[in-house]
């Protein structure tokens, strides 16, 4: 829709990259990978995405506090580095379970896990306690419940844990976690190294060259793509994304989008879109778990492949509701371009002097006028150009939330 507005005729908004069509997200959820290196989501849309694990008053809380500027709860090192510190555990707690384990490595895994598992601890602290950005006194949570803005401690808890599950792209692979925020699996490869060596046990040494071969960064080898562990934290990534190239544009915070900004509360449509994308996930992994358990029973089976079939629509609404997402930062994008280029006209002096100084210089009336009015026109054609995005702007916007409200089973219950 947007090749064949703005850019269909003219604008200069071709020097962005079209907008992803909804069959491309498809597939790019299919293979969970978004190709290109890809920035890790903001803070604010991370939040936003781990509020889809939080019950609707909570999420609304979280959304209400965004939307007014209210202060969120952070971490130092980001939500990013938090998803990685929970996959280093993850892999570690994995590694420790093996019964062949050598006593000798497993030791120094379980200290560093320890140690791990202490940063998790204290990261936690920073959401739930919030000290300083939620209300701690009683007078101070009192108004706050007034306001409706005050997160419940159990609300603060459901945060922590989305937010542990933060779309961090390549975490799952080996060389990636290795980073866990600092170098503790490269040390712990040279401590077990250490002990494997001076206590003589050829069989730790293996083992250690087993568990950390794979962790070896490829030399120079930047992923040429953005990873994940499936397509449905592929799909929230695509959307945090989305999100985080509109709001972080100066086109869309000026005057030209006033009535656009007041039209969609892009906050709320995060936190709705990921909602929706988590229930659907829950109620997909109770089915394929229900199908495992008694697919031998073909009445039941087909049951079940009846369900998968009815979800689909879901799937579908929900990439559609992400693809309008990108259209609206596309647009965004290319207005951006035209505002940059219509206060380069008027920054420096007011189109009457910069008619003046080129009837001065070309000494020639006739062409100074001229240039005057290619000058005029090329000013109207910019504010054109921005009627049109704005015109644009209202379709997009109007298919980023479901026409009609879908509420998602929390569970998949035979019947």
Known sequence: ??????????????????????????????????????????????????????????????????????????????????????????????????????????????????GLQRRRDDARKYIVTAKGVLASGT????????????????????????????????????????????????????????????????????????????????????????NFVDGYETLLFIAGHYYDRIVGNPAWRSDHFEVQRTQVNLHAELAEIAADVIALRAVRIDLDRAKRNGGFDRTFAAQIDQRETTLRPVWTELIDRVQALGEVAHVVESAADELQVLAEYNKAMTLDDRIDALIARSGDREISVDNAKRLTEQVRSGEEQLRIYRDVLQGNIARISPAVPRELPARYEPS
């Open 139 to 226: 007078r101070a949570i009192r108004r706050e419940r007034r306001e409706n803005i005050y997160l419940e401690i159990e609300d603060r808890e459901r945060l922590f844990a989305g937010l542990l599950c933060t779309p961090t792209p390549n975490v799952n692979s080996s060389g990636y976690v290795r980073r866990a925020g600092t170098a503790a699996i490269d040390r712990i490869a040279g401590v077990v190294g250490q002990v494997a060596a001076k206590s003589g046990n050829p069989q730790a040494g293996q083992w250690a060259d087993q568990l950390f071969a794979t962790g070896r960064d490829v030399p120079g080898g930047a992923p040429r793509a953005a």
């Open 1 to 114: 829709m947007v090749d064949k507005g703005p850019e269909g005729q003219g604008s200069r908004g071709h020097r962005r990259m079209p907008a992803r069509t909804s069959d491309q997200i498809r597939e790019w959820c299919d293979r969970s990978s978004v190709p290109g290196e890809r920035r890790e989501l903001s803070d604010t849309a991370a939040l936003l995405v781990a509020a889809g694990y939080l019950t609707p008053g909570g999420r609304a809380i979280v959304v209400r506090r965004i939307s007014t500027g209210r202060p969120m709860p952070t971490v130092p090192a980001g939500f990013g580095d938090l998803r990685r510190l929970q996959r280093a555990i993850f892999q570690l707690e994995h590694q420790l379970s093996s019964p062949v384990v050598p006593s000798v490595v497993g030791a120094v895994l379980r200290n560093r896990l320890n």
